[in-house]
């Protein structure tokens, strides 16, 4: 697998330095979200129809299903890397005096980094429901639109018919748009007392979203339900640049952050939305002091597919459609097999996507680039070499 290091498949990265821990997490947790879908979608479209009683009382079975029942918790998680992510260049600046964060820069690298993969795979399941399922044109098309331009949530109070598991991309979205607000929270200047604050203001968050809002209202699909998770990423950037360094590497944080990774996915507790957010803190630190933890996350099978969690996030759920389509049809599809190469086919078309689509985006001048491709005369009658 060495063709799958530094220079080879790793996602790129423009303004920090790469750590490999931080797609190491993603890495779980896309793989976690993808066998959700595998098993909800193969189960209710083959396995409903005679599903072996040897497999289905298996004890790993069990926890295996355990585990997906609450694998929405990947959800937050994710939310928490975007909010570290964005918030280290904003907080270098603050805290470090280093150089300010373009603002031009930042909302543009937001829309030409994220935005042409998501359109991409939105027009083509658009275009195959039209076509191959024969939906409606005009019902379909407004749906499409909203979801291009990230307000479905907003507007429909509904995640997108054209692809689901974009609800959360609109969320995303809503916190790019606050990320230079929130930013200011580094300009306190009494470390404790910053730090004290953005904890209280998570915790008073999860108490109100606990007893005036939920999931399946409209504030479940805007930042107002998951804004802690965000900030909790803004509350480890801060600790990365201030403390991280006094943080001993022990074999102790995996005997103290395992059992908090298998409370997270199988706890029951109704108020786990109001408490996960400081679970996640010392889930990021494991990610980089635990030796075991850190030496599995920062693999080049868990770097690169991690890399890719953004193509594989917005793919899969069209590639396991097709896959659970063809495996209807099958006379015979054991569970096992269908999960397996189902999975398979999704990380093949997601490595393709990701080559041919994602990875090109991650160069912050592909769009001059692309001009200058097309349109070579212009380029060079704009160039001030010239």
Not at 221 to 239: C, K, M, P, R, V
Not at 323 to 339: D, G, I, N, S
Request: net charge positive; hydrophobic share 50%.
């Amino acid at each position: 697998m060495s063709f799958l290091g530094i220079g080879g498949l790793r996602r790129r990265t423009v303004s920090e330095k790469y750590l490999p821990p931080i797609d190491g997490i993603r890495f779980v947790l896309i793989i976690i979200v993808v066998l959700l879908h595998i098993s909800n979608q193969c189960y209710s479209t083959i396995f409903a129809r005679g599903f072996p009683s040897q497999f289905s009382v298996h004890p790993i079975y069990y926890l295996y299903m355990d585990v997906l029942a609450h694998a929405t918790r990947c959800v937050p998680f994710f939310f928490a890397v975007s909010g570290f992510i964005l918030a280290l260049p904003f907080a270098r600046h603050r805290l470090h005096n280093s150089r300010p964060v373009s603002l031009s820069f930042y909302f543009l690298r937001r829309l030409t980094r994220l935005e042409p993969p998501n359109i991409v795979i939105l027009t083509l399941r658009f275009v195959l429901m039209i076509t191959v399922a024969g939906a409606p044109f005009a019902y379909y098309f407004r749906h499409f639109i909203a979801s291009v331009f990230y307000v479905h949530n907003v507007i429909y109070n509904a995640p997108s018919i054209i692809n689901i598991p974009a609800w959360t991309l609109e969320i995303e979205i809503q916190f790019y748009c606050l990320v230079p607000l929130f930013a200011y929270y580094f300009s306190i200047r009494r470390p404790v007392l910053r730090k004290v604050l953005l904890l209280v203001f998570m915790a008073l968050m999860g108490v109100i979203q606990l007893r005036y809002f939920s999931w399946y209202q409209r504030s479940g699909l805007s930042i107002l339900y998951w804004i802690q998770y965000f900030l909790d990423g803004f509350l480890i950037a801060d600790l990365f640049l201030t403390v991280w360094h006094r943080i001993p590497e022990h074999w102790l944080w995996e005997v103290l952050t395992l059992p908090i990774w298998a409370w997270t996915f199988l706890s029951n507790d109704p108020k786990f939305h109001a408490y996960m957010p400081f679970l996640l803190i010392p889930l990021f630190i494991s990610a980089f002091k635990a030796p075991l933890q850190r030496r599995f996350l920062s693999t080049n099978i868990a770097t690169v597919i991690g890399g890719m969690c953004y193509t594989l996030y917005i793919t899969h759920n069209i590639v396991i459609s097709a896959c659970a389509h063809f495996f209807r049809r099958a006379h015979y599809a054991p569970p096992l097999e269908v999960w397996l190469v189902t999975m398979a086919v999704v990380l093949a078309f997601g490595l393709v996507y990701f080559i041919l689509i994602e990875r090109p985006c991650m160069d912050p001048n592909w769009p001059k680039r692309l001009w200058r491709r097309f349109f070579p005369e212009a380029a060079a009658t704009t160039d001030p070499a010239v």
